[in-house]
């Protein structure tokens, strides 16, 4: 039975016995690579439910917007991680929501198939092992390495089989070992400052302040963000970059501890800001000063929320 | 009124301006137990006073180098002798994540300090702020995160001076 069966006899259950009141989901989007949220309340719909390599989204971002209900939700090991934090962080009861876990070797990027395919239209995508067969409109048919094609963040990853999950759809994938510290981080941390500040500055010169990386994250749950505070004005919106890195830099700051690296701010942002470094980096921080990492375990607090006696503090004079 | 310059007085060797914002319970004791006692220290900081280290907000931090201050000193009480407990604990936390990813976005090491002065060290805040000044003095004036669109070119303020008359 594929996992896609499973998925949607596992919803279509669950709703008809009214142990949830909606399932959060993925069904087919525009387009044989595009994967939308889908929010199926009724069983007889849970045929519209798909799971494959492009289902990218991070669907915990909507279970704070459902509390109250009870809610089933398709997640990918990342994004199980995001659904951990916001129950530890009281945001939402584990017994409100059923985890459907969903193992997953990375998702596609679609600027990787875009190129692959040069700019072809694909009706269908199929995957082969670890091959993505690309049928195109044209008849033509293109084969792509699936490591070739998956978000460079993805090829990082260390939760790639879900580990709190009610139910589990379709079979646990090898999980290799990773680096402790992200090679990216790493590398520009070995950088003289004049240089680690060009890159900064680069990077945060083409943002445009969207807010797509907000919108899209999990973890950024207030209702009042400190970005549209009027009083006090924290930040002003200018076209002044020190604004920009104001704004960055806050938003690391407020996700200590917190992001759990499941890269949808990376895959939202429409500039491409390179905020995959700087989020592995504050990871990184995280696990080296206060050995924690983010949505593994419901009990343990975040960081900031709680401190050590002996906490490091040989950086104050 | 007529358009005229703004004059700046001409400094003939620059200082630094440090933004200092001390506890209420220690650090500005400290700063005050080292005035009364008349220890000279260098006049660059200029004291915010807060409740507590723990009421630093990294966003202080972040503006006041937006706002074009050459240094940042935050200081509170010793490790257990928090007046509200815990304040500095937490903000210790807060502060060692903090200095990590300024300096990994490129902000120079020494800009923005930290450190604990009890109420009964009027000498160790001198030193501190000895120690800080000069740090800055060598960095150099801030030129990274400060924001510039009031850099407001002296024509437009000319212009602006003309209307109002």
């Known amino acids: 039975m594929s996992a896609e069966t499973t998925l949607r006899e596992i919803a279509a259950d669950l709703l008809g016995t009214g142990k949830v009141d909606v399932v959060v989901g993925y069904r087919r989007g525009d387009g044989a690579l595009v994967a939308t949220p889908a929010f199926v309340s009724d069983p007889a719909e849970a045929d519209v439910l798909v799971f494959d390599v492009t289902c990218e989204n991070n669907l915990a971002n909507y279970l704070h917007r459902l509390e109250g209900r009870k809610v089933a939700v398709v997640v990918k090991g990342c994004d199980e991680r995001s659904v951990i934090g916001l129950i530890q962080e009281g945001q939402i009861a584990r017994d409100d929501v059923v985890i459907l876990g969903t193992p997953c070797s990375g998702v596609i990027d679609p600027e990787a198939t875009t190129a692959l395919t040069k700019g072809g239209e694909v009706a269908e995508a199929v995957q082969e092992g670890a091959t993505l067969v690309l049928r195109l409109s044209s008849g033509e048919e293109v084969l792509g390495d699936l490591c070739e094609l998956i978000h460079p963040g993805c090829r990082e990853c260390s939760v790639r089989n879900p580990r709190h999950a009610d139910h589990l759809i379709g079979d646990l994938v090898d999980q290799p070992s990773m680096p402790d510290v992200s090679p990216d981080v790493t590398r520009v941390e070995a950088m003289p400052t004049g240089k680690r500040w060009e890159y900064f500055q680069r990077e945060m010169g083409k943002c445009i302040l969207c807010f797509a990386c907000r919108s899209v994250c999990p973890a950024c749950y207030c209702n009042a963000c400190f970005t549209d505070s009027s009083q006090p004005k924290w930040m002003s919106k200018s076209s002044d970059p020190s604004d920009t890195m104001f704004f960055h830099l806050t938003r690391l700051l407020h996700l200590t501890g917190r992001c759990t690296g499941c890269g949808a701010c990376v895959r939202a942002c429409p500039v491409n800001v390179d905020l995959r470094l700087y989020n592995d980096k504050l990871r990184n921080d995280v696990k080296d000063v206060f050995e924690f990492e983010a949505g593994l375990d419901p009990e343990i607090p975040a960081p900031l929320s709680c401190f050590r006696l002996d906490d490091k503090d040989d950086f104050i004079k | ?165």
């Open chain 2, 1 to 165: 009124m007529t358009a005229s310059e703004p004059q700046v007085a001409e400094t003939p060797e620059w200082e630094p301006k440090i933004v200092a914002f001390l506890c209420n319970w220690c650090s500005y004791a400290g700063a005050d137990l080292a005035g009364v006692s008349r220890i000279q220290y260098p006049a660059n900081v200029r004291v915010i006073r807060v409740p507590c280290s723990g009421r630093v907000n990294p966003m202080f931090i972040l503006r006041a180098l937006q706002q074009g201050v050459d240094g940042v000193l935050v200081s509170g009480c010793h490790p257990g002798d928090c007046h509200y407990l815990t304040g500095n604990y937490h903000a210790r936390r807060r502060f060692a994540v903090l200095k990590r990813l300024l300096e990994f976005c490129g902000i120079e090491e020494g800009r923005v300090q930290f450190s604990w002065v009890s109420a009964s060290e009027g000498q160790k805040f001198a030193d501190v702020v000895t120690d800080v000044t000069e740090k800055i003095h060598q960095l150099g004036p801030a030129t990274r995160l400060v924001k510039h669109l009031w850099d407001v070119p002296s024509s437009v303020l000319a212009a602006l001076e003309t209307d109002e008359s």
